[in-house]
Every structure is written in structure tokens, then in C-alpha cells.
């Protein structure tokens, strides 16, 4: 159609939005310049409509990424803006886009669908939360042009600012944000927003903050909320009892769970990812996570990015193995070895590289009990880790050290010789003969290889000798699929040693040094 009469082209924009997408297409083809101009402006506000993050891709020009865990999200804002009540609980690793999406582009899209309504952020401190608001009220005061929504001029304030209301209408939207604990008498919400109700572990940690947090849910933040209204809860998963927590532990029914770890933990992850795979491989591949693992820790890396203040138990090892079966470091003493080993798990590729290494010492005793003494690993090279695996065989007087050789053929051994020679150079042996080293190959499957040792602390005979946190974090959560960890590589390979008496380290044959003397 080149050309229309005004009432023809009246109708032709009122009918416009109805048509599927081919149809559309095909009209614009077929319009005037002048026109094309129109509908191409009713395609921008259509797309805008969609969800937060076609209004974000449009309003900064394709600049605002998007990944299929943003999309669980904006999912989640069309069911809500589209008349369900529902109680979201979000968790996310960092700079993954939650906080963006859920807290900022969320609310501006949600008000620019029912710009009558009111929205409440909170989060542990009003400067954040404020942070939030000003964000918003700023692209309302940009884009009031394109939304189709304004400020009330009289209201304006980053904490709490209202939208014009419609012609004919006394009833205006708008927002406010509050910090965690603060009042918030005279306010209610038609969709309210936690983000981040504690500032980090030490906070969480606290019995009186994380009961300060839920009394001011349950008699602040929720009683203001309007009929039908829906809530969104971002988290951090700091401790199991935090706000998350006791909501799943006193109303699971009533919550949406976007549960989104940073690597794929279990078979029923949200978005079908194997086990092991990133949430968001473009920005942060597995490699890049790897890195953030290493630098800031077990425990904050579950907690930030696996959402998992404790661990969850993976397929193959319990935590009730683990715990039930635990002895006090000062209970040691008492019990006489009859083998100490050392187990090391380096890194493969470049030795001079710094990776953590896997550095664990076990022993048995004359009744098969196995028990795991240390957990020395850490991040180190070539030129340091085989110091430490024989100051640790010295510490434990260890009659077998264990390397695994699957990188680098006998360059492990070589490694451990020489640090071995250079602390008898220095005479810091003590005059102890060297333990006795014992290549193992990894060849086969991760899972043949750990299933064994996970049966025999099942069984009650492999004992940890106090609290090895990291440790034991790899051990429960890994699942067969993942990579496994060198901590509980080393563990398997130290543990698998011993769990046979007969080889006394050297498979076919006995020590002839008489080096486990005493120890029978």
C-alpha cells in the first residue's frame, strides 16, 4: 500500500499490533516512507513490550547483553506484569546481570506496563537501594519520550519519585527504596524487591542480624504489600539460615526458585546445562571460573557463585560420611599408625606454572581405620610444591610418598628427589630415610577411582582427623561429569594406598629398609 487515507490509516495502526509478525512485515513493505516511519515506531514500543531485556536491547542500542539465564528472569517480569502473584527467589553468581536485570530494567519495564502501580526495592543498605532508584528515575527523566511515562514533577527523589497519572485518573505509580531494617510506615508496593538483604559473610553470620532481617520481612517489608502483589528476592547465599533459607525451610510452596549456580551442579539444573558447564560461557567460560575459584576460596565460592553456604551433597560422596565419622585433632595421639603416606596432585601442563596443588597425608592403623591428617594444598609451583610434599612427609614421618604421573611422565618424581636432596643437603631431614615414591596413572575414570574410597567412608573406616573445609567441600559436591578437584584427587590416590595392607607401598613388594618397624 503506497498510500492511505487518514481514516484508513488510523485503522491500519489501531490493527497494526494484532498482526503476526510475517503479515507486519509484509505491510511495511508495501507502505509509504511517511508511514513506514509510523509502524516502524510501533515495532520499537512492541519490542519494548516484550520483557525487560528487549526494552534494555532497545533502549541502548543492542548494548545490554542477553543470555538464557537473563531470559529466566524476564520470564519471570511478563508472568508477574501479566496478572500472575508470584514470589521469585533469584540466585545468581556476581556480574552475571541479576541485580541489572531484576533490579533496575525489571522495574522500569514493569512501570511502563502499568504505570498505576507501585514498585519497593530494599536492600541491606538505602545507599544501594537508592542506587536502584536513582537509576530508574534517570531513564524515566531520558527516555519519558519513548516509555510513554513520566515524573510527577513534584516528586523526583531517588528514594521515592511518582509517575504522572493517567487522564481521569488520581491513582499514580511510582517507586521507593528502602534499606534492610528501616521503616517503611505509609508505603506499600504491587511488586517488591530484596536485593541482597545482607552486605556479606560477616553479616550473615551474625544470629542477630539474620533474626533482625526476617523479623523486618515478615512485620515490615511484607505487610506492606497490596493485594495480589508479587515479590523478588536476590540473595546471596551466605549462610543456610539466611533470609532464603528460612523462607524455604518455613514456606517452599509459596516461592519460585531461579536457583542458577555458576557451574552446573545438579541433572535438574534450570536451563539443561551438563553437569560442570557455566552459566554464561561468553563472559565467564569455564576457564575464566576456574581462576575465580582459586583466588577467592572454597567457602566464597560456593556461597557467591554456587549458592550453597554449606555444600550440598554431590552423587558419590555424604556429608554424613564425612561428619559422623570425625576425631578431634588432640584424639590423635592415641591411636598408633602402621602406615603414613603422603599424596600429591599437581597441576599438568607448564610445572612453572602456579595452580593448586592437591597435598594430603593419611594413615592406617592395625584395624584397616583410614584417616586423613592434612590438607596442605594451595596454590604453587614446580619449584615450591616438592618442598612441601616432603616437609609434610617429614612432619608426618610418612613412609610413602604418592605422585600421580599422568602429566609429565617421571617429572613429578624428579621433582620430589630433588627437594628431597637439597633438605638432606641442608639437614633438615632429621637423618629420616627418604619415603619410598610411587607413581600412580590416572586412567581410569574419575568415578572408578573415587567410588571405592567413598564406599569405605560409608562404611565408617575412613576417618578425618579434625576439619578439612575445603576439602571436604570438593568431596560432597563433586559429581561424576565434573572435573575433579586435586584436593580429592590427592585424597583417592593416598586413601586407595592404604586401603590395601598388603602392598605396603610398593605393590609387589615389602619395604627391605625395615622403615615400618614399629608400626605393626
Same mark, same amino acid.
Given at each position: 500500500m503506497a498510500t492511505a487515507t487518514p481514516d484508513r490509516e488510523a485503522e491500519l495502526l489501531a490493527q497494526y499490533r494484532t498482526l503476526p509478525a510475517e503479515q507486519r512485515l509484509r505491510v511495511a513493505q508495501r507502505a509509504n516512507p511517511e508511514l513506514r516511519v509510523k509502524l516502524a515506531g510501533i515495532e520499537r514500543s512492541m519490542a519494548m513490550d516484550r520483557s525487560p531485556g528487549a526494552l534494555a536491547a532497545v533502549l541502548t542500542e543492542g548494548r545490554e547483553?542477553?543470555?538464557?539465564?537473563?531470559?529466566?528472569?524476564?520470564?519471570?517480569?511478563?508472568?508477574?506484569?501479566?496478572?500472575?502473584?508470584?514470589?521469585?527467589?533469584?540466585?545468581?553468581?556476581?556480574?552475571?546481570?541479576?541485580?541489572?536485570?531484576?533490579?533496575?530494567?525489571?522495574?522500569?519495564?514493569?512501570?511502563?506496563?502499568?504505570?498505576?502501580?507501585?514498585?519497593m526495592i530494599a536492600s541491606y543498605g538505602?545507599?544501594?537501594?537508592? $542506587?536502584?532508584?536513582?537509576?530508574?528515575? $534517570?531513564?524515566?527523566?531520558?527516555?519519558?519520550s519513548v516509555l510513554g511515562i513520566r515524573l510527577h514533577p513534584a516528586s523526583r527523589a531517588a528514594n521515592r519519585f511518582d509517575l504522572e497519572q493517567k487522564r481521569g485518573s488520581s491513582v499514580r505509580g511510582g517507586m521507593v527504596t528502602a534499606g534492610v531494617g528501616g521503616g517503611l510506615t505509609g508505603k506499600g508496593f504491587d511488586l517488591g524487591i530484596i536485593d541482597d538483604p545482607f552486605k556479606g559473610h560477616d553479616d550473615a553470620a551474625?544470629?542477630?542480624?539474620?533474626?533482625?532481617? &526476617?523479623?523486618?520481612?515478615?512485620?515490615?517489608?511484607?505487610?506492606?504489600?497490596?493485594?495480589?502483589?508479587?515479590?523478588?528476592?536476590i540473595?546471596?547465599?551466605?549462610?543456610?539460615?539466611?533470609?532464603?533459607?528460612?523462607?524455604?525451610?518455613?514456606?517452599?510452596?509459596?516461592?519460585?526458585?531461579?536457583?542458577?549456580?555458576?557451574?552446573?551442579?545438579?541433572?535438574?539444573?534450570?536451563?539443561?546445562?551438563?553437569?560442570?558447564?557455566?552459566?554464561?560461557?561468553?563472559?565467564?567460560?569455564?576457564?575464566?571460573?576456574?581462576?575465580?575459584?582459586? /583466588?577467592?576460596?572454597?567457602?566464597? &565460592?560456593y556461597a557467591l557463585y554456587q549458592q550453597k553456604p554449606r555444600p550440598?551433597?554431590?552423587?558419590? +560422596?555424604? +556429608?554424613?560420611?564425612?561428619?559422623?565419622?570425625?576425631?578431634?585433632?588432640?584424639?590423635?595421639?592415641g591411636i598408633t599408625p602402621t602406615r603414613v603416606v603422603v599424596a600429591v596432585d599437581h597441576a599438568g601442563g607448564d610445572s612453572l606454572?602456579?595452580?593448586e596443588v592437591g597435598l594430603i597425608s593419611a594413615a592406617r592403623d592395625a584395624d584397616g581405620h583410614l584417616y586423613v591428617l592434612d590438607d596442605r594444598s594451595r596454590t604453587m609451583g614446580a619449584d615450591t610444591w616438592g618442598t612441601e610434599v616432603c616437609k609434610l612427609a617429614i612432619d608426618r614421618q610418612a613412609d610413602a610418598i604418592i605422585v600421580?604421573?599422568?602429566?609429565?611422565?617421571?617429572?613429578?618424581?624428579?621433582?620430589?628427589?630433588?627437594? +628431597? /636432596?637439597?633438605?638432606?643437603?641442608?639437614?633438615?631431614?632429621?637423618?629420616?630415610?627418604?619415603?619410598?615414591?610411587?607413581?600412580?596413572?590416572?586412567?581410569?575414570?574419575k568415578r572408578l577411582r573415587a567410588e571405592p574410597i567413598a564406599q569405605l567412608y560409608k562404611q565408617g573406616m575412613v576417618h578425618h582427623v579434625g576439619e578439612h573445609t575445603e576439602l571436604e567441600g570438593q568431596m560432597v559436591t563433586w559429581l561424576p561429569g565434573m572435573d575433579s578437584p586435586d584436593r580429592m584427587d590427592a585424597a583417592v590416590h593416598a586413601l586407595t594406598e592404604l586401603a590395601d595392607p598388603a602392598r605396603e607401598g610398593l605393590g609387589t613388594q615389602h619395604y627391605t629398609d625395615q622403615r615400618l618397624r614399629g608400626r605393626r
Open positions: 547483553k542477553q543470555a538464557p539465564h537473563l531470559d529466566m528472569i524476564d520470564s519471570a517480569f511478563r508472568r508477574i506484569a501479566a496478572g500472575e502473584k508470584l514470589q521469585v527467589m533469584l540466585t545468581c553468581p556476581p556480574r552475571h546481570g541479576k541485580s541489572q536485570r531484576a533490579s533496575r530494567w525489571g522495574p522500569l519495564w514493569y512501570l511502563r506496563r502499568h504505570p498505576e502501580r507501585r514498585v538505602a545507599d544501594l537501594a537508592d $542506587d536502584h532508584g536513582r537509576w530508574v528515575r $534517570d531513564q524515566l527523566g531520558e527516555y519519558s551474625s544470629p542477630a542480624q539474620r533474626e533482625r532481617v &526476617w523479623e523486618w520481612y515478615r512485620s515490615v517489608f511484607f505487610t506492606r504489600r497490596a493485594p495480589g502483589a508479587s515479590l523478588i528476592l540473595n546471596t547465599r551466605w549462610h543456610e539460615d539466611d533470609l532464603s533459607g528460612r523462607l524455604l525451610q518455613h514456606e517452599p510452596h509459596r516461592w519460585l526458585q531461579i536457583d542458577l549456580p555458576a557451574l552446573a551442579d545438579s541433572p535438574e539444573d534450570p536451563l539443561h546445562r551438563d553437569i560442570g558447564a557455566p552459566l554464561w560461557p561468553e563472559q565467564y567460560d569455564a576457564a575464566e571460573l576456574a581462576d575465580i575459584r582459586e /583466588s577467592v576460596g572454597e567457602r566464597v &565460592w550440598l551433597e554431590g552423587g558419590v +560422596w555424604k +556429608w554424613a560420611w564425612i561428619t559422623s565419622h570425625r576425631i578431634k585433632a588432640d584424639a590423635w595421639p606454572r602456579n595452580d600421580e604421573n599422568n602429566f609429565g611422565g617421571d617429572m613429578a618424581s624428579q621433582v620430589v628427589r630433588q627437594a +628431597w /636432596s637439597e633438605l638432606v643437603r641442608q639437614g633438615d631431614t632429621g637423618g629420616m630415610l627418604m619415603p619410598s615414591i610411587i607413581e600412580v596413572h590416572a586412567k581410569q575414570g
